[in-house]
């Protein structure tokens, strides 16, 4: 070979230099060979190359003078590498540099990092640095408050990434929100089989040296590291975060699992300015994909993939033509049709695996796939909800009131911090009168007022078992007075009375918690066809696209995090799962207010029939279609039981009275010198088994003492018959119900008789009242249904429909894959087949993101794709969708009602409904859909029609009531020792339609449209600090998938 040389050319290979540390070069003989190692043995089998190994002896030892002379030098940092020593000899033999040196120093320093990022234009996270010239340093540009810190004022709440900004520490932080259950997660290189440890304590930052501070950026607990060979060359590697539960997956040979995905036309470009930014050919960094954008939030310098012969050829071709262009450009850098170390090249491994299919066999033919899986699901077991209200005039409150909400003396306040619920705390200790009731002359309205600060405080001290999102205390100010100021200038306004609501309870309880997390195991073993891990193993290669939304209560917060640890077999606590994985959704999954006065007139009419004996116009149960009946469910002569169930919740509600007086008598009062311990969410939320201590003590089960107990009863009690008026609630009937149930399952040990009847006839009752509080009858539900569920049907239907079109553009796009295969492989265009996997023209990526890409912002959901290529995986293209809506009773009623009678609408008139007969009985007969119901819509592709015929894609319909509660029914075995553990079995699903039965989506779709949000009309998600989100606005899927699958059948050669 001809070699320029100085002015001329001489005959001789071009040398190149491997100045690294051997430890970079290859491992030990008997083990696969490291990446360097690989991909130099490549170069060398070319034959134009002479490989020169400078050594570990050389490097440190000789001086530069006595280095061997070589063309190009490869030479990157590590540890113990004397860089300005590389520095010296560069600037002596001037060869051609892979990797430029003196740019290597900026990789130490995380802020120099950024601010050449941020100099390129390379988008990073939102940041912030904070620099101690010696440990502990007290700065007046920090400030640290119980959920966020502000840094120059610029604030960034929890949760937040903490990085040392010496780039070789990899001690990194995050920090999570108290509604969130606070701690501390430490992520750190590698040991084990751990890549982080969650520390639920940790609360504070560190203080000990310099650090980043950037916004957490939700990725749906993915992290993408991106490898660059040269600026045209880019490959892309997927891998579970560390931050979801810190377990690495690894395969049998003990490395870490990753699976390489496709980058999209921008994260190209950014591959090429970070290569060109830091000048560095061979250059790894970690890409975020969060919210439809992409980030870079780390530059790692010399980076290799591991364990892919496919990359090793891209790179060995690509540094090849780097070298000829560098010292031979007058020679062709044409690729052998044939690579010459292919004949001794080793097989690759290969999965093994059978394709899997949906399993579903005969009408629909084997070759249905399963496309998607939507779920809507019920929080898990929960404590009862409780409210206490009470007008207040005391000082102290008011002056509360005041001081977290501005000083403005007619607005409310919500009090949820643990800081904010301290103060509170803190004063209704000091307001609570010394004497007893009984003890003193005051009149009855005193004692109720005592009582309640009372039941508040025990509130407030149970803080070690409340979590920030399980409580709220609201402050309303009632009346005014004009007072004179404090400068003695005017008056001001001032308020006199208030209003105190203090909600709490309704708190996930540790059976609630372990409902989740099997019902997520039972959907990985039975909602996904195949063999038995195959959710999984399409969840790690990256085929299964999923995302969870739940609404804004804590309790659907944490079942939605509990079912996701069960569905992906996470380990640990659920606070990391809950802020990586779950987003919430409010406005789609929360809240009756659009249903408010059609909810109110169904419970008017319910309380005129049960409290007024109304005979219903019909007998349902000698009907034929008894679902169709007004107030179906109600048991007759429902007014006769009301009596029997004021007299039983009485009874009750003495027996605890009696427990709460024992308790009450021998109070532990603080003294003022007591210190007083800080809420602790963190444990509350990690809670998962039952507190054995208080069972054997005789306390109530969780963190309820007797006297919040008491409250609760006397509360329902009081509420549900009014003895002056002699009126009974109905609204209060459900309530009551709720404690019967979890006072059976959680507080069997204490006892209380008569409860069991209380039970029954609570049971009798709640089974009518409750379906029917939303609507009389079927067109009532259907009308009350559509308003609450409209947008979460809405979403459901893009999900569908997303589906559908990505289904339908991958077997188009897939009909072409071997004519493109023979168009870009086509002997007059060998030279661009045969470059490996390289960009598209600069030009392209540099387009305005305008028309074609113009849906992009309307798609905030990150996508993760499986690169074909470079995927020892045997099906690549298959790819299932989850979507999974965590919510609460309102919402799964509504649902259902939607779908089991769209079809009354007059616009369907008809139609049949989607729910077939037997189903529409079945359901008639379920009175209740407890803890952990779930409504199923699963999405099959049929391969063998053709895509315009409608039986294309199926629908399959399924439902669980939830909660099994015959072991509260029954006195066997098996119900004792479920009772023993305070939990209940979920039910399994139940078809709503007639096994042989086809339920197009376009079917499907024309009978919900009339009910759900227009895709148009869909507002954003609301993503509230302190939780990840996505949230899709419509489908714009197909035209970003059309640009990234690779049978592309508009693809043009690459260049």
């Excluded at 930014?277 to 919210?291: K, N, T, Y």
């Excluded at 007619?410 to 509170?424: F, I, N």
């Excluded at 803890?931 to 399924?958: A, C, G, H, Q």
């Excluded at 509660?965 to 078809?991: Q, V």
Aim: charged share 30%; proline share 6%.
């Amino acid at each position: 070979m001809r070699v320029e040389e100085g002015a001329g050319v001489v005959d001789r290979k071009i040398t190149i230099g491997v100045c690294v540390m051997e430890k970079k070069v290859k491992c030990s003989p008997e083990v696969f060979s490291a990446p360097m190692g690989q991909i130099m043995d490549r170069l060398q089998a070319f034959g134009d190359f002479e490989i020169i190994h400078f050594g570990d002896k050389v490097i440190l030892d000789d001086p530069v003078e006595s280095w061997p002379v070589c063309d190009c030098l490869i030479a990157f940092h590590s540890s113990g590498y004397p860089l300005e020593k590389v520095q010296a000899y560069s600037s002596l033999r001037k060869p051609f540099l892979v990797n430029e040196l003196d740019p290597q120093y900026l990789l130490h320093d995380r802020r120099k990092v950024y601010e050449h990022l941020e100099m390129y234009g390379i988008p990073v996270p939102r940041y912030a640095c904070v620099n101690r010239t010696v440990p502990n340093q007290e700065l007046d540009y920090f400030v640290e408050e119980e959920d966020f810190i502000e840094v120059n004022g610029e604030i960034f709440w929890k949760p937040f990434v903490e990085k040392p900004v010496n780039g070789d520490d990899h001690s990194i932080m995050i920090y999570y929100p108290s509604s969130a259950g606070g701690g501390m997660k430490e992520l750190f290189r590698k040991v084990g089989n751990r890549s982080s440890e969650f520390h639920p304590d940790v609360r504070r930052v560190r203080r000990e040296g310099s650090y980043i501070y950037e916004e957490f950026m939700p990725t749906g607990g993915t992290d993408v590291k991106v490898y660059t060979v040269g600026p045209e060359y880019a490959h892309a590697e997927a891998r579970k975060s560390p931050v979801v539960d810190g377990v690495v997956m690894r395969n049998p040979d003990g490395k870490e699992v990753r699976y390489p995905v496709l980058l999209t036309p921008a994260e190209k470009q950014m591959a090429r300015e970070v290569c060109i930014a830091f000048r560095q050919s061979v250059c790894g960094f970690d890409l975020l994909r969060s919210e439809g954008s992409s980030y870079v939030c780390d530059v790692n310098g010399w980076s290799f993939v591991k364990n892919s012969y496919k990359y090793y050829d891209d790179a060995a071709c690509v540094l090849r033509n780097m070298f000829f262009d560098a010292k031979a450009p007058h020679l062709s850098s044409t690729i052998p049709p044939i690579l010459p170390w292919k004949i001794n090249e080793p097989a690759q491994p290969n999965e093994g695996l059978t394709r899997q299919g949906s399993g579903v066999i005969g009408t629909f033919g084997q070759s249905e796939e399963l496309r998607c899986v939507i779920a809507v699901v019920r929080h898990g077991d929960r404590t009862p909800k409780q409210k206490v209200k009470l007008k207040v005039t005391e000082e102290k409150l008011l002056n509360l009131m005041l001081k977290y909400n501005g000083g403005k003396p007619r607005a409310e306040t919500k009090l949820k911090t643990a800081v904010q619920l301290q103060d509170l705390l803190d004063a209704t200790r000091m307001l609570i009168p010394r004497t007893r009731p009984g003890e003193s002359d005051s009149d009855a309205e005193d004692l109720e007022h005592a009582d309640k600060l009372r039941q508040v405080k025990a509130v407030l001290e149970e803080g070690g078992h409340f979590s920030g999102i399980y409580r709220k205390v609201q402050l309303k100010p009632l009346k005014w007075d004009k007072v004179t100021k404090s400068d003695g200038e005017g008056e001001e306004e001032r308020p006199v009375e208030a209003l105190m609501i203090l909600k709490y309870g309704g708190v996930l309880t540790h059976a609630g918690r372990q409902q989740a997390e099997e019902l997520g195991r039972y959907f990985r073993n039975n909602m996904y066809p195949g063999e038995g891990t195959g959710l999984l193993r399409l969840h790690s290669t990256y085929r299964h696209d999923l995302k969870i939304y739940s609404s804004d209560e804590g309790r659907v917060q944490m079942s939605a995090a509990a079912f996701a640890k069960g569905l992906l077999d996470l380990e640990g606590q659920l606070t990391p799962i809950l802020v990586s994985l779950v987003s919430k959704d409010s406005s789609m999954l929360d809240g009756l207010d659009t249903a408010s006065s059609e909810m109110e007139e169904a419970k008017a009419q319910l309380n005129e029939i049960i409290t007024a004996g109304t005979k219903l116009v019909h007998d349902y149960a000698s009907s034929e279609l008894p679902w169709m009946i007004d107030g179906v469910g109600l048991p007759p002569h429902a007014n006769e039981s009301l009596p029997e169930m004021i007299k039983l919740a009485k009874k009750v509600t003495e027996q605890v009275r009696l427990l709460a007086k024992d308790e009450d008598e021998n109070p532990t009062e603080p003294s003022a010198c007591d210190v007083v311990p800080p809420y602790d969410q963190a444990k509350a939320l990690g809670k998962s088994n039952i507190d054995v201590g208080r069972i054997a003590a005789g306390l109530p089960c969780g963190s309820e003492g007797f006297l919040l107990m008491y409250a609760r009863w006397r509360k329902l009690e009081k509420e549900l018959y009014n003895e002056r008026r002699d009126r009974f609630d109905i609204t209060q009937i459900p309530d009551v119900y709720d404690s019967c149930k979890y006072d059976l399952l959680h507080n069997s040990h204490l006892n209380l008789k008569g409860l069991d009847e209380l039970f029954k006839v609570a049971q009798l009752l709640a089974d009518g009242v409750i379906p029917n509080e939303y609507g009389i009858n079927p067109q009532q539900k259907l009308k009350i249904g559509s308003k609450i569920a409209r947008r979460l049907l809405g979403k459901i239907l893009i999900d569908l429909r997303n589906t559908r079109e990505e289904a339908m553009s991958v077997a188009e796009l897939k009909k072409s894959q071997d004519q493109v295969s023979v168009s870009l492989c086509s002997p007059r265009k060998e030279d661009r087949c045969s470059q490996p996997k390289l960009f598209i023209k600069s030009d392209e990526l540099r387009r305005p993101n305008t028309g074609e890409n113009k849906d992009d912002d309307e798609d905030k959901e990150t996508k993760y794709r499986l690169d074909p290529k470079y995927a020892n995986v045997m099906t690549p293209e298959r790819h299932v969708r989850t979507r999974l809506y965590f919510t609460s009773e309102s919402h799964i009623h509504s649902l259902m009602n939607v779908l089991r009678y769209c079809n009354l609408d007059e616009s369907l008139q008809g139609e049949e409904s989607l729910v077939c007969q037997s189903a529409l009985e079945r359901l008639c007969k379920t009175k209740e859909l407890d803890y952990m119901s779930y409504i199923v819509l699963r999405l099959f592709e049929n391969t063998e029609v053709s895509l315009e015929d409608p039986k294309r894609f199926r629908i399959e319909l399924t439902f669980s009531r939830g909660a099994d509660l015959s072991p509260l029914e029954k006195n066997d075995k098996e119900a004792e020792s479920l009772l023993r553990e305070h939990t209940l079995p979920i039910m399994g699903p139940e078809r709503l339609q007639e096994v042989s039965s086809c339920l197009t989506l376009e079917t499907m779709e024309k009978m919900i449209r009339p009910f759900a949000m227009p895709a148009e009309d869909f507002p954003p998600a609301s993503i509230p600090a302190g939780f990840s989100g996505y949230f899709s606005k419509s489908a714009a899927v197909l035209e970003r998938l059309v640009k990234l699958w690779p049978f592309n059948k508009n693809s043009k050669p690459t260049t």
